[in-house]
């Protein structure tokens, strides 16, 4: 077997000795940022589907998605004082459109979906009035309101108004208690990070993947963020692989495979390490 291979698998399952396994540490964020990007899709394909067949433009107030089982669904509520449900659009796992289910009856929201409507009003009026929040020319922020458990979130991303670049960066989280009542808002990553792909330089060359690093304060693993980022543009921009560096940890997105592996960077080092002796040793 490859030494290096040999290097990594050993590294890999060093939790059978006691020691904390951060592939295994990290995956309550994974989850998290999958949770994110079923939502996303939903809203993605739910809004043109719900624009296609719904006539009355002037009563839409907004829309929101989240994911109950294993169905993910796009909620379309009315511009009134008191808003109701005026269309939901219903996804299995594939998201494929011809056998999503479009029901425009008019409906009150679940106390689920008020709960979602709620903390995603409150974020959105607070990111019209708080300069912590930033945007960005050929960009819109998303906001993802999320319920998991007891925990009520809403996330918000850049994405991107143009093709040929994928956006991790200028993210935010917003937490709020089971009143609904905001108790923390923080700044993810601290800069904007634009990843462009598939422009002319690219086209006679394959691109195997891409990285973006983190600095000390956004964490030391990949964000929910990044994970929702990746699975929505990883097939876009034809990447296999995406690492992010932080100070403690390569994190190693499979684009293939949608799973995380995380190396430490003193591992890392040795591996850089044995590889330089092999290389002197093949010059000799």
């Given at each position: 077997m490859n030494r290096t291979l040999i290097i990594i698998l050993s590294l890999i399952t060093i939790s059978a000795f006691g020691q904390k396994n951060p592939t295994e540490e990290a995956q309550p964020i994974v989850e998290e940022g999958k949770l994110l990007y079923r939502s996303e899709m939903a809203a993605w394909y739910g809004t043109d589907l719900f624009l296609e067949k719904y006539n009355n433009r002037e009563n839409i107030g907004g829309y929101f998605s989240y994911t109950a089982n294993?169905?993910?669904k796009c909620i379309f509520f009315s511009k009134t004082e008191n808003p109701i449900v005026i269309g939901t659009i219903s996804f299995d796992s594939?998201?494929?459109?011809?056998?999503?289910?479009t029901d425009l009856s008019e409906r009150k929201f679940t106390e689920n979906e008020t709960d979602l409507y709620i903390i995603r009003k409150?974020?959105?009026?607070?990111?019209?009035s708080d300069t912590l929040f930033k945007t960005y020319n050929n960009t819109r922020l998303n906001l993802i309101p999320l319920i998991n458990g007891k925990e009520k979130k809403v996330y918000v991303l850049t994405g991107p108004q143009k093709n040929g670049v994928v956006i991790f960066?200028?993210?935010y989280l917003l937490t709020f208690d089971k009143d609904n009542k905001l108790t923390h808002k923080k700044q993810l990553h601290k800069n904007i990070i634009p990843i462009y792909y598939g422009g002319e330089e690219e086209k006679d060359k394959q691109i195997e993947g891409a990285m973006h690093s983190h600095l000390p304060e956004t964490g030391d693993f990949i964000t929910a963020t990044d994970v929702c980022t990746l699975m929505l543009y990883e097939k876009f921009a034809k990447w296999k692989t995406h690492n992010v560096v932080t100070k403690k940890y390569l994190n190693i997105w499979n684009c293939e495979t949608d799973q995380l592996t995380v190396i430490s960077m003193d591992a890392v080092e040795k591996i850089n390490k044995d590889q330089e002796k092999r290389k002197k040793k093949k010059k000799k």
């Open positions: 294993d169905t993910s594939t998201y494929d459109i011809n056998t999503a289910k409150l974020s959105l009026a607070e990111i019209n960066g200028n993210d």
